[in-house]
């Protein structure tokens, strides 16, 4: 079932995006390269926030799964025992008019004929596969014998690495390798923002046990992952588990599902989860004459593990985490008159900024100095911002807008001018209910810490 698209809402993410600092069209001044994407300074908080959770609730929280770091230069032997040299491929065509290079399911058919989406034009070429993967050249020779690939999945160094890290973690089955980092496809048509790009990041985990307990670990792995996405703030109601039927899954699967966001280009994968069986360690296992059987002590058997991989994107999620937080509504200007908010409602623990620093007035040195004073009280603990130009409004308006959660106000009270029992304390403002509290500066760094925690389910 597709969602509804909404290319006007998208068309303000994308516009706040690049306005606030998230994310920018790589190489823009030289007018950009097709499917690459640049992080700005929010947008790589925001993506750090999303891999360090992820990194928390599938390695440190865990005594089954450890870490890997893979390089990105990958030998031309594995990714032909893993079948990337061979199939990993998209049917292509050309619109000879417009000279567009599209993928087969991009095509349009009107009465019985297919049309070029961009022109119209008919006379389009017969379909051909197209490699995704990017090439390169290994030391001073360009030529066969030099070839290595950018991974185009992290997946791979950790099939190839699973005897190493079998071996140094002593661990038996059932027990996961995971992974951050780069991959790239030559994608023939990037579109939709970052959400189709040509290097993106990849979080994978690949979970071995025995034959017997596959899909009961795919169904494990569903949930848990369905959990984390509800656990960084995204709407459970726009999250879907899809069963990916036969024909669609790799003839090696017993099982996948894809995850699916409603972003307002239609809904979309975020993240495979699939039960790939024995397939990649065997076909490394063949392709390298080296065994990579696993050896259990209880019944004396040796095997080839299966495997279940909970596969899932860091841009695509950190773009439905941005989608998701976007809102508009109705707050009052300085004069109380309604006008209309942009916010971005992250959670809490995903938000770049967590809190918000304002002194009220910039020319008083003792507001001003009381406002450092709290900077570096929290900043052991938590990315703050310290922004003392403008109208106190209009300075919540643009931490709003970035999705920052909390703002403290220093004003005379702070300083004791008005009335002695407010000594020393601030004003507290909730981004989402734009409720304000009194609370003691001393007290700040355990109150947002516990709201930020409370919010998470965790530590901060
Ligand atoms: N190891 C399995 C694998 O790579 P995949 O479905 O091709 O499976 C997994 O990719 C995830 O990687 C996707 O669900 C998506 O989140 C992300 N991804 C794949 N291609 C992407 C692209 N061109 N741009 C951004 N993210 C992509």
């Known amino acids: 079932m597709s969602a509804p698209t909404d290319t006007q ?4 993410i994308v516009s706040l995006c690049k306005r606030r600092g998230f994310i920018f069209q790589s190489t823009e001044i030289y007018g950009g390269l097709n499917g690459l994407w640049d992080y700005g300074p929010l947008g790589v908080e925001l993506k750090r926030n999303l891999k360090n959770y992820w990194w928390r609730v599938m390695v440190h929280e865990r005594d089954d799964v450890f870490g890997m770091d893979g390089a990105i230069l990958t030998h031309p032997a594995v990714l032909k025992a893993s079948g990337h040299v061979e199939g990993f491929s998209d049917p292509m065509v050309d619109c000879p008019t417009c000279k567009a290079h599209l993928r087969t399911d991009q095509i ?3 009465k019985g004929i297919k049309q070029c ?7 389009l070429t017969e379909a051909r596969q197209f490699n995704l993967m990017f090439e390169t050249h290994v030391g ?4 066969e014998s030099s070839i290595a690939y950018l991974r185009p ?3 791979q160094s950790i099939f190839v690495q699973f005897k190493n890290i079998l071996e140094v973690s002593r661990k038996k089955l059932p027990f996961g390798i995971a992974q951050i980092g780069k991959a790239f496809r030559n994608e023939i048509n990037p579109r939709n923002f970052t959400f189709r790009s040509r290097e993106f990041e990849q979080m994978e985990l690949e979970y071995f046990c025995p034959a017997q307990g596959g899909m009961k670990w795919l169904d494990y792995w569903l949930e848990e992952r369905l959990r984390f996405y509800e656990n960084i703030g995204i709407s459970r109601t726009k999250l879907h588990a899809r069963e990916v039927p036969d024909e669609e899954r790799a003839f090696y699967s017993k099982g996948t599902y894809d995850i699916e966001y409603d972003f307002p280009f239609g809904r979309q994968e975020l993240e495979g989860v699939a039960y790939r069986t ?4 065997l076909q490394h296992q063949k392709a390298s004459g080296k065994s990579l059987e696993y050896f259990d002590e209880e019944t004396k058997q040796r095997f080839i593990p299966h495997v279940v991989e909970p ?6 999620t950190v773009l439905a985490l941005i989608c998701d937080a976007y809102a508009e509504d109705q707050a009052p200007d300085e004069k109380g008159k309604m006008e209309t908010r942009v916010v971005l409602r992250f959670h809490p623990r995903m938000a770049p900024i967590k809190c918000g620093i304002f002194p009220l007035l910039k020319k008083n040195e003792r507001l001003v100095a009381k406002a450092k004073e709290i900077v570096d009280l929290l900043r052991p603990q938590m990315t703050v911002f310290y922004d003392q130009s403008g109208a106190i409004g209009r300075r919540y308006r643009r931490q709003d807008e970035i999705g920052t959660p ?3 106000t220093i004003d005379f009270e702070t300083l004791g001018e008005k009335e002695p029992a407010l000594q020393e304390t601030v004003t507290l403002r909730d981004r989402d209910s734009m409720k304000q509290d009194r609370v003691a500066i001393k007290d700040l760094p355990d109150i947002l810490s516990s709201r930020i925690a409370r919010s998470c389910g965790g530590a901060l």
Do not use: H, Q, W
């Open 9 to 12: 809402r998208m068309e303000k």
């Open 108 to 110: 349009v058919e009107k």
């Open 117 to 123: 989406p961009n022109c119209g034009g008919k006379d």
């Open 140 to 143: 001073a020779a360009a030529d």
């Open 153 to 155: 999945e992290t997946a």
């Open 278 to 281: 024995d397939y990649d360690l």
């Open 311 to 316: 596969s899932a994107g860091v841009d695509r």
């Open 406 to 408: 909390f703002g403290i």
